[in-house]
C-alpha cells in the first residue's frame, strides 16, 4: 500500500466523537440521549409525499438549479426571516445551503485564513467546533450561563486586545447546554460586532422549537455585522438538506462563489418541497404547535425524571425548547467520560460534556437529547443511568 | 456599510463563466448550447416519483444518515464501480457525496496544500479549475489531443521535476473537448502515479453515455492511486445530488472527516432513489440504452450541422458520447468570446474556449452543448451561429 500524504489541515482534525458514538449507540438494547435527532414518527412523511407528487409534475424539478437555491424557496425564506429581523429581506441576501452546517463551513473558508482568531461559546456546537479548526483558527471559547454567551466576558476579551475575524453562537436552546441568549445581551453582542467590526454568525436551527414563549429577536435584528443560519431539518426534515443564511450581500456572493465549487448547488427537488410546506402558513403553522406541545413534554418528562432520580446530586437546565438538556453533577469528582462506559453496560448513552469543550472543564457535565424517545423511553433511560451513576460511584 | 475582508482564498476566485452565461441565456429567443444541462424530458420523473412513494413509508428515509452515505446505496455503487475496474470493492471505499463535485471539493481540501502543484487537463473542466483554485494550488495544464490527456507530455514535466500533488482527468467524452483518453495512455498514466506517487482523480460523469462503443477500462483498474468520480445526474437526475467517489481507504476516511464539517450527510431520501434505481438493472439498463441512443442521435445531428454550414472553415469533434462537441475555427483570427455576442444577438449561445483555458489560447475554439435541445432546435441553432458568424466576419 503506498503511504498517504494528507494535507496539513487534515492535522489535528479528528471525527466527531457524537458521530462515532452514534454507530456505537444504534444496538437496539440501548436507550441513546447522545444524538441530535428529530423523532422520524414526527416527521410529516405523508404531506412530504403530496408535496413531492406535485413539484415532480414539473420538468424543472429534477434539473440542476441556481447555485444560491431555487427563487421561490429564497422568496419565502426572504419573507420568513424579514419578518423575524423586522425589516424586509431580499432574495438576494438569502442563500440556501446543504443544511445550515453548509453555511457554517463556506462562510468559515469565505471569511477566516489560517491563523485568525474565531471566538465560539465553551462547551461549543462540535460541528462548528470542526469547521473552524478545518479552516486552521485559532479557535477561542467564551464562557456560558443561565442567559447563553458571557458577552461581558467577550468584551473583556476584546478590550484586552483580542480582534476576532468572527464569533459563532447558538443563540436559541443552545446545543449542548440548552440556554437562551438574553435579550439585553443580544443587543451588547450586536454593539460589540458593530464597535470592533468582526461578524457575528448567528446560528440558529432550534428557535421555532420553543415549549413555552418565543424566543428574544434575533441578534441580527440588531446588526448588519451578522449572518444567521437556520435549518429545515429539526422542524421540517433532515433528509430535506435544506438549510439557509442570509446577511449580508458581499458574503452572501462569497458564498455563492465557494457553493459553485463545492457542489455547484442543492437539489431542486428537496427544495421545492420545502418552499411548498413553509409557504403553506396554515399547515407549518399546525405542525410546528404540534412539535413543540410534543417535544416540550419530552423535555418536562425528562427533567423531571433526572431531578426525580438524581435530587441534589445534579443541577439540570430547564428545558424551554430545542432538543438538549444539560446536566451538571454536583460532585465535581465525577469524569462522565468514563461514566459513559458504564451508562452504555446498562443500557444507556449521552454526551459527556468535554466533547464540547473548547478550554472549559466538562468532566463533570453530560448532555441528553429528550426529542427522539418517547417519555417512558425517557424516564426508563434515567433509571439506567441512575443505576450506572451508583455502580460507578461505588467503583471510583 | 461596513467594509467587507473575504479570506485570502477569495482573491483570484472569480464566478464561473458558464454558470453566469446560463443566467444571461435563459431568455427564450435565445437557443443555448453553452450549458451542460440533460434533457429534463429524458429524466425519468415518473420512476422517481414512483420510488419515492415507496422509499416514503421507511421513516429512516426523512432522518439524517451515515456521512459516507446510506449503506444500500454504497453496496450498490461498490457492485457497479468493482465490475468496472475489475475487482471486488468494500463499500468501505466508496464515499456518496452531493454530486460528484463535492466529492472534488473535498478531494482537494484533503489532498493539496497552498503552493502544491496540481495537473490539470488544457482546456480543463472549469469546475476543478474553481475548486483547485479554493485550494491555492499552483494549478498547471498538460495539453489535450484526440486521444484524450497528452500523457507523453506529463511525463516530459515530471522528468523535468514538476511533483503534482495530484493529476485530475475527465478520462471519457472530456468536457469540453469531447475525447476519450485511449487504453493505451490510461495504463501510462496509472504507471505514472505508481512510479511519482501522486493521485488521480478520474472524473467520469458521462462514461455510461457512449453512444457507439463503451468507453476502455477506467484508469482505476491499473492502479491504486486512483480516485473514481461519477455521478447520478448524468443518467438518473441532477436533483438527486447524488455522486460519489471510490479508491484509497484513508483518502476516502479524510473526505468522511471533512464531510462531516461541509455538511453532516447527504440525503437519505434521494440516496435511496438512487439507490433503489441503479439497483433496478432491467430497468436502469433500458433507460440508459434509450438515453444512448436519443443523445447520441442528437449529437450526429449537431456534428452534420456544423459540418454542412461552415464545411472547412472549421474541424469538428466527433461526438461519441456525453454532452459536448468541440468546435475550432480554421481561421486563427477569430476570438470566439467576441463572436458569442454577436451570436446571441442572432438567438444562439455557447461558450467560447477560453472559458476553459489554463494557459492554452483557444480563442478560436468553442464548445457546443447537443444534450438540451431537440434535432430541429440544434439545426436551428447552428444556422443562427453560421449567420452569427458571417456577420462577425464581414465586420471585422
Known amino acids: 500500500m503506498n503511504s498517504v500524504r494528507l494535507s496539513r489541515r487534515m492535522n489535528g482534525l479528528h471525527s466527531s466523537a457524537i458521530r462515532d458514538l452514534l454507530t456505537l449507540t444504534a444496538r437496539p438494547d440501548i436507550i441513546s440521549l447522545a444524538g441530535g435527532l428529530p423523532d422520524p414518527s414526527f416527521i410529516p412523511r405523508e404531506r412530504i409525499a403530496r408535496e413531492i407528487d406535485s413539484v415532480l409534475t414539473d420538468p424543472g424539478s429534477v434539473q440542476y438549479g441556481e447555485t444560491t437555491g431555487i427563487r421561490v424557496l429564497r422568496s419565502v425564506l426572504a419573507e420568513r426571516e424579514g419578518a423575524r429581523i423586522g425589516r424586509s429581506l431580499d432574495p438576494a441576501e438569502v442563500v440556501v445551503t446543504h443544511g445550515s452546517q453548509q453555511a457554517l463551513s463556506l462562510l468559515a473558508q469565505a471569511l477566516v485564513d489560517p491563523g485568525d482568531v474565531v471566538i465560539v461559546e465553551d462547551p461549543a456546537y462540535t460541528g462548528a467546533l470542526q469547521v473552524f479548526r478545518t479552516a486552521e483558527a485559532e479557535v477561542i471559547g467564551v464562557p456560558l450561563d443561565a442567559d447563553g454567551m458571557d458577552v461581558t466576558a467577550l468584551e473583556s476579551m476584546l478590550a484586552s486586545g483580542v480582534r476576532p475575524a468572527l464569533v459563532h453562537t447558538v443563540s436559541n436552546f443552545h446545543n449542548p447546554r440548552g440556554v437562551v441568549l438574553s435579550a439585553e445581551r443580544r443587543i451588547a453582542l450586536a454593539g460589540l460586532a458593530d464597535r470592533y467590526g468582526f461578524w457575528v454568525i448567528e446560528d440558529d436551527p432550534y428557535g421555532q422549537l420553543w415549549f413555552d414563549a418565543p424566543t428574544p429577536d434575533p441578534v441580527a435584528a440588531h446588526s448588519d455585522r451578522v449572518i444567521r443560519l437556520s435549518s429545515a431539518s429539526k422542524v421540517l426534515a433532515p433528509a430535506l438538506r435544506v438549510g439557509w443564511m442570509h446577511g449580508n450581500r458581499e458574503v452572501c456572493a462569497a458564498v455563492e462563489l ?139
Request: proline content about 2%.
Open 258 to 396: 465557494l457553493k459553485q465549487g463545492a457542489d455547484l448547488c442543492g437539489s431542486s427537488l428537496t427544495q421545492q418541497v420545502a418552499a411548498g410546506l413553509l409557504a403553506d402558513e396554515e399547515w407549518f403553522g399546525a405542525h410546528l404547535s404540534e412539535l413543540r406541545s410534543r417535544y416540550g413534554a419530552r423535555a418536562r418528562a425528562l427533567v423531571s425524571a433526572v431531578e426525580s432520580e438524581f435530587a441534589d446530586r445534579v443541577s439540570v437546565t430547564p428545558a424551554g425548547g430545542g432538543m438538549f438538556c444539560w446536566v451538571q453533577f454536583a460532585d465535581h469528582g465525577i469524569d462522565t467520560h468514563a461514566l459513559l462506559q458504564t451508562a452504555i453496560e446498562h443500557g444507556v448513552a449521552f454526551v459527556p460534556g468535554s466533547a464540547f469543550a473548547v478550554r472549559a472543564d466538562l468532566d463533570s457535565e453530560l448532555r441528553l437529547c429528550f426529542a427522539t424517545s418517547p417519555e417512558e423511553a425517557l424516564q426508563d433511560a434515567v433509571r439506567r443511568l441512575r443505576l450506572a451513576y451508583d455502580d460507578w460511584s461505588a467503583q471510583s
